[in-house]
């Protein structure tokens, strides 16, 4: 069956890379990694608490509880186009738009475990 994908390994069919365009790459390499890993921080260091506090307070989690399940029930994803319009909008553009949203993107994981 072809599906109409060809690979090569011939340099003339690669396009010229440069120490340039390589650095170029790596910087916006480096600059995701900060992004994701920032994010990731960010919400650990305010899910932990508040997961611990719910968790050791049975008023807290009488009245949290109902609201955790119902913000896990609904996918960031359903979100993002929301959000996204109204962060653009803010000064720092689409940076801040995109650290916002990997801090929902992984709301989903802190909240059910």
């Known amino acids: ?20 365009t390589i650095s170029s790459y790596w910087q916006s390499a480096a600059l995701t ?34 609201l955790v399940q119902m913000a896990a029930s609904i996918p960031a994803t359903a979100l993002f186009p929301i959000i996204l319009l109204f962060l653009l909008r803010l000064r720092g553009g689409l940076e801040i738009a995109a650290m916002l949203l990997m801090l929902l993107g992984t709301h989903g994981t ?4």
């Open 1 to 20: 069956m072809d599906w109409g994908l060809r690979f090569s390994t011939r340099p003339e069919n690669f396009p010229a890379c440069t120490a340039r």
């Open 33 to 66: 990694f900060l992004r994701v890993n920032t994010a990731l921080i960010l919400g650990a260091l305010w899910t932990v608490p508040v997961g611990v506090a719910i968790a050791s307070n049975p008023r807290l989690a009488r009245f949290a509880q109902p």
């Open 110 to 113: 802190s909240c059910s475990t």
